[in-house]
């Protein structure tokens, strides 16, 4: 009973609040204001209609975009995703963040080095090479049949071994001589796959077979680089070029020479400029050509002075056996006659001119 007396009062209050008010302010037919139980109003047609309004350009909006990303997507080609592709350029090409001249540089990639495709925007590819994403110009790569004829010149193949011990074999089969020994893990130049065997070399032009079973066939090709990865490299080969040029060389010792020079009143030390090592083996090598000439000299004279002393002895004692030697008392000279040595006494044998001679 109670709450139906309010509810009256509440209904009659109202009705005069509108009668009241329509002196002042007219409530148009639009605002039909609805007051509730809990003494709050109910939302106006005009606001329902304008926040349905609102709702529905926010709808339209969202349909425009998905439409203009639509069509953006559509422009992007996806037919050469996953291809290989390899660059064709004098030294390199920049791999850049967004498709444009303008974007950002991310990346080198050198030529002959291999990227797989991602897609295709227009006149830019959109590459992935080693760690480096990003896009480049399609007009500076190789694809299709060139691509793949540069592909087999610069691919690296290497046999990885699967087996703890895995023979290595003269010829393609299990039957043949076993020329060597590949553990797990190892790599190994390849050469070919063909029947099930890996052709691998092993170095100086010794080549051999893996079956394949037991190894597997990977092929490595030159990728680009990120630029910090390219700052990373050229710092880490100008530091072995410095370590090259800086190597020590030998040490320079400096040997100080004191000299001591003693007069009648006072004793005085000298010091000598210090040699450096450069000098001293100078010095030493000076000293020993000296050495050498002088030895021999020394045994040049002395050969001379001992040929000269033994013709001149040999000659003396031919002389003085010649004059100490008289002829026999039978001996006849060149005439043809006899001579008595104890007759002639006024003569003497002359070996010089084989004849008997007068003092």
Request: with cysteine; proline share 3%.
């Amino acid at each position: 009973m109670k709450r139906r007396m309010i509810k009256l009062m509440a209904c009659l209050l109202t009705a005069g609040l509108l009668t009241a008010g329509q002196a002042v302010c007219p409530i148009s037919a639009e605002e039909n204001v609805t007051i509730l139980d809990n003494g709050t109003e109910k939302q106006t047609e005009s606001e329902t209609q304008a926040q349905t309004e609102t709702e529905a350009a926010k709808k339209k909006k969202k349909k425009k975009k998905k439409k203009a990303q639509t069509e953006t997507d559509t422009s992007v080609d996806l037919s050469m995703k996953g291809q290989m592709i390899f660059a064709q350029c004098e030294d390199h090409i920049n791999i850049r963040k967004g498709p444009g001249m303008d974007s950002e540089v991310v990346g080198k990639i050198y030529n002959n080095c291999m990227a797989t495709v991602l897609s295709q925007d227009g006149e830019w590819f959109e590459i992935e090479s080693g760690n480096a994403v990003g896009f480049v110009k399609t007009e500076y790569f190789a694809t299709g049949e060139e691509a793949e004829k540069i592909a087999e010149e610069v691919g690296h193949h290497v046999a990885t071994i699967y087996a703890d011990e895995l023979n290595i074999r003269a010829l393609p089969d299990d039957s043949s001589e076993v020329i060597g020994v590949a553990y797990k893990e190892e790599e190994l130049d390849a050469i070919e796959y063909k029947d099930d065997w890996i052709m691998v070399s092993l170095g100086d032009d010794v080549y051999g077979y893996v079956n394949a079973y037991f190894a597997g066939y990977d092929t490595y090709y030159p990728e680009a680089e990120t630029l910090e990865e390219e700052q990373a490299r050229l710092e880490a080969e100008a530091a072995a070029e410095e370590e090259y040029y800086e190597e020590p060389l030998p040490e320079e010792t400096y040997t100080p020479s004191y000299t001591q020079s003693t007069s009648s009143s006072t004793t005085q030390s000298t010091w000598t400029q210090p040699q450096t090592q450069a000098q001293t083996q100078a010095q030493t090598q000076a000293q020993t050509q000296a050495q050498t000439q002088a030895q021999t000299q020394a045994q040049t004279q002395a050969q001379t002075q001992a040929q000269t002393q033994a013709q001149t002895e040999a000659q003396t004692q031919a002389q003085t056996q010649a004059q100490t030697t008289a002829p026999a008392d039978d001996e006849v000279d060149d005439s043809g006659d006899e001579y008595q040595g104890d007759v002639n006494d006024d003569m003497y044998y002359d070996a010089a001119t084989g004849q008997m001679v007068k003092f």
